[in-house]
């Protein structure tokens, strides 16, 4: 008969509370969470959707196409006649079947990778910012190349922000190759996320795809795990390609980037102002992005990005707030999943200029709403604001935690024999007469809850004492102690002079 084990002693609760602290914080509801749940449209509403859009690649087509596409196209079974490519019902069908269902997103750091398909909810950025939200004077000014580094660098450190794709332009660096290279050098010196960034020119795209290499350790590093996605708008709406979009597509295949294919119409503008026509529009300049893809390179991997983007009729001005540009996105996403493709829309873009309590709702109110119905990846979701023109470090901030409880949202309720907890109440009514300090409570209160750290839960009496801090100034606080103490070189010394030395105009 062997000694027993020793018992191990027990941890007093306040015991078991300290030393979780002391681990770090465990999120309820990391990203990843399944969505699905919010169903705008119903499956007869999808395929009318469907039918529309099939019809208008059919008969109508795609005008403005370049002779490159038209000839790969006409080879696959489009055809070409009055200025018009035209995309018979089979032949879109056929590329859907033959589409990409899922692929790895990459870090350079495999520890951030992800799937990308299903249902499965990641939010990150996008956007192309010309202004920043200054955290000193709380005004707008131009963006720059120090905004990019610092956003970059925040963003690194924030848990529920999956990926980082450039949210602002440097608009003190104008020539059009100097701007590409230096916004990709950002991306690599400061974070290991997976990336995305754009590509004004076809040209461009490989030697910056040498710069990847040269961080990786070699040639063709790249495409054996390409961390970095290129952001294309391939259709210029309504229902035409862009000439330099296709070039550069072409390109990024040849190279081996990955393609987030970004349809963006506009409601009442570019495209139907009723919701189902702007739904059927964007389906087909979305499946016309794929098809362009496909022609070229089949099962190569696409994010099926279709963000229906709304404008104020009565202004003309485009907002990224509201119930129609949440629900839009919604139904988007739901559309996409029914079609097995890699999803992505664009939400939590506020038209809120100051971190106020307009910023708050508009941003949560299209987060949850992607979430719920499933969309993989949620672009503009972080720091966002004046309709797309600013960025600001304090939403990335308060985004973040936003952020966190809409995953929890998502997640919903488990119900299973632990957690309806037949024998707790029990001994809670028979006993103490509460759960305060219950094995169950303690197990629930780490595994179940979202803990924010900027929202204010303090009685008024404690807020006040502490000089009744608003959401801005907390959150500028955090930005600022972040960017002072978080200094990442995700390149070192020797890298990072062999690519200065091929790109003499990184700054």
């Not at 033959?98 to 950025?125: L, N, Q, S």
């Not at 190759?177 to 290991?192: E, G, I, Q, S």
């Not at 750290?453 to 600022?480: L, M, V």
Request: with cysteine; charged share 20%; hydrophobic share 40%.
């Amino acid at each position: 008969m062997t000694d027993a084990a020793p018992a191990t002693p027990r941890r007093s609760g306040r015991a078991t509370r300290k030393a979780a602290r002391e681990a770090g914080p465990v999120s309820a509801a990391p990203p990843g969470q399944i969505g699905g749940a919010y169903r705008p449209l119903t499956d007869a509403q999808i395929e009318d959707i469907y039918a529309t859009a099939l019809r208008l690649l059919a008969e109508l087509g795609m005008g403005e196409c370049p002779p490159v596409l038209v000839e790969a196209a006409c080879a696959k079974g489009a055809t070409y006649e009055g200025g018009r490519l035209r995309f018979p019902r089979s032949m879109a069908e056929d590329i859907i079947a033959g589409a990409t269902k899922r692929f790895v997103y990459h870090g350079r750091d495999p520890k951030h990778d992800f799937e990308i398909g299903g249902e499965r909810v990641y939010f990150g950025t996008g956007g192309a910012a010309v202004q920043t939200l200054d955290m000193e004077t709380g005004r707008y000014r131009p963006s720059t190349l120090a905004d990019l580094h610092d956003f970059t660098r925040l963003i690194d450190t924030l848990p529920n922000v999956s990926w980082f794709t450039r949210c602002c332009i440097a608009t003190d660096v104008p020539d059009s190759f100097d701007l590409d290279v230096n916004t990709a050098y950002a991306l690599l010196r400061n974070t290991t996320k997976p990336v995305g960034t754009a590509f004004t020119l076809g040209e461009h795209v490989a030697p910056i795809v040498s710069m990847f290499d040269m961080a990786m350790g070699g040639e063709g590093r790249f495409k054996e795990r390409p961390f970095c996605k290129a952001h294309i708008s391939p259709v210029v709406s309504p229902m035409r390609y862009g000439e330099d979009a296709v070039e550069v597509t072409v390109a990024c295949i040849e190279q081996g980037v990955p393609i987030n294919s970004i349809i963006a119409a506009q409601s009442g503008a570019t495209a139907p102002a009723t919701l189902a026509g702007f739904l059927a529009q964007s389906l087909a300049e979305t499946l016309a992005g794929l098809i362009l893809v496909s022609v070229f390179a089949p099962g190569y991997p696409v994010i099926f990005s279709n963000w229906p983007l709304v404008i104020d009729l009565r202004t003309g001005a485009f907002c990224g707030g509201g119930g129609e540009s949440a629900v839009l996105n919604a139904a988007s996403a739901q559309v996409s999943n029914w079609l097995g493709l890699p999803s992505g829309v664009a939400c939590s873009m506020a038209d809120a200029k100051a971190v106020d309590a307009q910023m708050g709702a508009e941003k949560a109110l299209s987060a949850v709403t992607a979430g719920l119905a499933g969309a993989n990846m949620v672009y503009e979701s972080s720091g966002m604001m004046a309709s797309l023109l600013g960025a600001s470090f304090e939403a990335f901030v308060l985004d973040d935690e936003m952020l966190g409880a809409v995953q929890r949202t998502i997640r919903g309720v488990e119900v299973n024999e632990e957690t309806l907890g037949y024998d707790t109440i029990c001994e809670a009514v028979l006993g103490d007469g509460h759960f305060l300090g219950s094995a169950q409570t303690m197990a629930a209160m780490e595994r179940d809850y979202h803990w924010p750290q900027f929202a204010d839960r303090d009685a008024p009496i404690t807020w006040a004492e502490k000089g009744a801090p608003d959401s801005w100034t907390r959150a500028r606080e955090k930005a600022k102690a972040i960017l002072a103490d978080h200094h990442p070189d995700y390149l070192g010394t020797e890298t990072d002079a062999l690519i200065r030395a091929r790109f003499p105009g990184i700054r």
